[in-house]
């Protein structure tokens, strides 16, 4: 009787064991598999620019960017961690808002099918802005399909935003603040690729609005 019990103990440990790395390889192909698809946001995840013959006129493209400094940002009214850090920091009065929208509007007579943006800020920016990174733009998953002009569908436009903190810009010295205000008006290099074609602009000329 106590075989037959380490017998079945016995099969009972072997099936626990077959169920544990079952259930830890299927946890890792799950891992793996996230992090895969997940791990390359954007077209390029560096703050350096890749080296193109960038220009300042678009062949396709109608472009708006506007620049807004120390405007209160919308925040939701959800719990969540993300919601409450976010408060904490714009009400902490240590830091100012920045943020970036860049409109992208098809003005050619073609659909322009899969579309997608980065846009690169300019790098020396990258001490000031809270999270350092320089690149926003459209996840590289997205399918973006860009109408031509005046047709039924209004679906011709993209926007591309970015919201990041700078150091209060009225806490510190006009000397440092202006070597920040000075980083912001800088060119903004702007990739965008679709099926069959790219352009590689240098943005200048922003909208600026500091509240």
């Not at 350096?48 to 506007?66: G, V, W």
């Not at 590689?200 to 922003?206: G, K, Y």
Request: charged fraction near 25%; proline fraction near 3%; aromatic fraction near 10%.
């Amino acid at each position: 009787m106590a075989g037959g019990d380490f017998i079945k103990n016995k099969r009972i440990i072997i099936l626990c064991l077959i169920a544990v790395v079952a259930l830890s390889l299927f946890v890792y192909y799950d891992y793996y598999s996230y992090n895969k698809s997940h791990f390359q946001i954007y077209l390029y995840q560096t703050n350096d620019a890749p080296n193109l013959n960038y220009t300042t006129k678009s062949k396709h493209f109608k472009i708006n960017t506007t620049i807004e400094i120390g405007k209160k940002l919308q925040i939701s009214n959800n719990n969540s961690t993300i919601t409450k850090n976010l408060k904490d920091m714009q009400d902490s009065n240590k830091y100012t808002s920045l943020r970036y929208s860049i409109k992208i509007e098809n003005i050619s007579d073609k659909v322009l099918k899969n579309v997608k943006i980065i846009a690169f800020l300019d790098r020396s920016l990258e001490p000031y802005i809270f999270s350092g990174l320089l690149y926003f733009g459209t996840p590289i998953q997205q399918r973006i399909d860009l109408n031509v002009p005046n047709t039924k569908e209004k679906d011709n436009c993209i926007d591309v935003s970015r919201s990041t903190w700078l150091p209060n810009l009225s806490q510190i010295d006009a000397d440092e603040r202006q070597k920040i205000l000075d980083s912001i008006k800088k060119p903004i290099k702007l990739i965008i690729k679709w099926d069959g074609g790219e352009e590689d602009l240098m943005l200048q000329n922003f909208d600026i609005k500091i509240y």
